[in-house]
């Protein structure tokens, strides 16, 4: 399938923006669903091709009316809750999975052939080994449960629309327009203040993305992935986490100390986390492009700039 035109809800964070440019760098004409007075929607490009609606998640059922012409491919990557003490409240979870289904009804209003859909490792709760399709999921939180929930009930409602649909379970993606909160983020601003970061014993086997492989993965899953099919979308390598820590503070100053050690565990931590990629691969051609050493270097630089204005 070859793209022309798509809609994307959740586009004003980090992989929706790399998702913008990818499918722009492609000449697919984009649409954005950015929520009413959204702060983060100056983040947007400035560019030909691309056409910015406000629209909320709660207003996809009206949105249609306000939408003109038809699209291609639907990526919903908008949800409420992905952060701390809400990722627990339950309501607002629920109400995720019927934005999900909101978005389905939307893509065939709009004639899109393809709904791809934003998943995460939170579906698979702790597991030890690597992520794939068939890896059995048990989630631990609200926010899990949900999210495997809005994959299941918008694969059904897609094949009851008549459209393709691929589910992306997302691992962890760094990079470009990264929000402040996560470790990389977060370590990467303390160090530019000249201060010592504190972390775990690091002993974690991860599994990081560069931003825009995570975008690139995306864009071919919405051209070549099979109808029904669970994506984990990840480097497929799993590194000890203080390995990238040390990459990360060494893209800002090797001199630099780092409080490897210095904070405890979490309870029931997450000790191994990695992505199969073969089906991605198989299916779709996706490889990673970016090592975490070359893209930490250009999210450290993204952030310098960030950090000036």
């Known amino acids: 399938m070859k793209l022309t035109s798509a809609v994307i809800t959740g ?22 669903l950015v929520r009413p007075h959204s702060s983060n929607a100056a983040r947007l ?8 609606l406000e629209c909320g998640l709660c207003d996809l059922p009206k949105a249609a009316g306000r939408i003109s012409g038809q699209y291609d491919a639907f990526f ?7 952060f701390g003490d809400s990722r627990n409240d339950m309501a607002l979870q629920t109400q995720n999975i019927r934005y999900t289904l909101d978005a389905v009804d ?6 899109c052939q393809v709904f791809v859909g934003a998943g995460s490792q939170a579906e698979y709760g702790r597991v030890t080994g690597s992520l794939s399709a068939h890896t059995p999921a048990f989630p631990e939180n609200g926010y899990g449960i949900a999210k495997l929930c809005a994959g299941q009930m918008s694969r059904i409602a897609c094949r009851q629309q008549g459209i393709r649909h691929v589910w992306a379970r997302i691992l962890s993606v760094y990079g470009t327009f990264e929000g402040p909160n996560t470790m990389v983020m977060s370590s990467i601003r303390t160090l530019l203040r ?9 002993e974690q086997m991860w599994d990081y993305l560069f931003s825009e492989d995570a975008a690139n993965g995306l864009y071919l899953m919405a051209q070549k992935g099979l109808d029904g099919a669970v994506y984990c979308l990840g ?23 780092v ?12 000790m191994y986390l990695c992505a199969d990629i073969a089906s991605l691969t198989k299916d779709t051609g ?22 000036g204005r």
């Open 11 to 32: 586009a004003t964070g980090m992989i929706g923006i790399n998702l913008i440019n990818r499918l722009l760098e492609e000449g697919v004409r984009v649409l954005t």
């Open 45 to 52: 490009p400035k560019q030909e091709g691309l056409t910015v």
């Open 76 to 82: 919903h990557l908008g949800w409420d809750g992905t």
């Open 106 to 111: 939307l893509a065939k209003q709009l004639g």
């Open 194 to 202: 000249g201060e010592r970061p504190l972390f775990t014993g690091s």
């Open 235 to 257: 480097s497929g390598q799993a590194r000890p986490l203080r390995e990238y820590i040390e990459a990360l503070r060494d893209a800002v100053d090797p001199s630099l100390p």
């Open 259 to 270: 409080g490897i050690g210095a904070l405890p565990y979490a309870q029931n931590q997450v």
């Open 286 to 307: 996706f490889v990673p492009q970016v090592s975490f050493e070359e893209g930490i270097k250009k999210t450290v630089e993204w952030c310098k700039k960030e950090c």
